[in-house]
Nanobody
Framework: QVQLVESGGGSVQAGGSLRLSCAASGRTFSSRPMGWFRQAPGQEREFVAVISWNGGNTNYADSVKGRFTISRDNAKKMVYLQMNSLKPEDTAVYYC???????????????????WGQGTQVTVSS
């Protein structure tokens, strides 16, 4: 079992920055890929970023590439999402998720994730 708690959301003007944090508990955290997803009102939950179990590989949705950075600290059981140059279209609830274990896993779809946090709201105003 892995429990996830997001924090760091809030309201910011376009062009601003936010850093989301995800605190994890559970013995298998460090062996799992970790991802961030987001869901805007009336829309499907979409992939944002993923990081491999050891932090060596990352992948991003095209819409956030170059603006967002995912990182992790396995010793602290934390995952982060640094969001820069925020746009109004980034407004959504952001979810942290723990993927199924696997040495080369870099999941980008919802079904590839086993555990989810409760989400944190990010609002970007123009």
């Amino acid at each position: 079992q892995v429990q996830l708690v997001e924090s760091g959301g809030g309201s910011v003007q376009a062009g601003g920055s936010l850093r989301l944090s995800c605190a994890a508990s559970g013995r298998t955290f460090s062996s799992r890929p970790m991802g961030w997803f987001r869901q805007a009102p009336g829309q499907e939950r979409e992939f944002v970023a993923v990081i491999s179990w050891n932090g060596g590989n990352t992948n991003y949705a095209d819409s956030v590439k170059g603006r967002f950075t995912i990182s992790r600290d396995n010793a602290k059981k934390m995952v982060y999402l640094q969001m820069n140059s925020l746009k109004p279209e980034d407004t959504a609830v952001y979810y942290c998720a723990a993927g199924w274990t696997g040495p080369n896993a870099m999941p980008t779809t919802r079904m590839e994730y086993a555990y989810w946090g409760q989400g944190t709201q990010v609002t970007v105003s123009s």
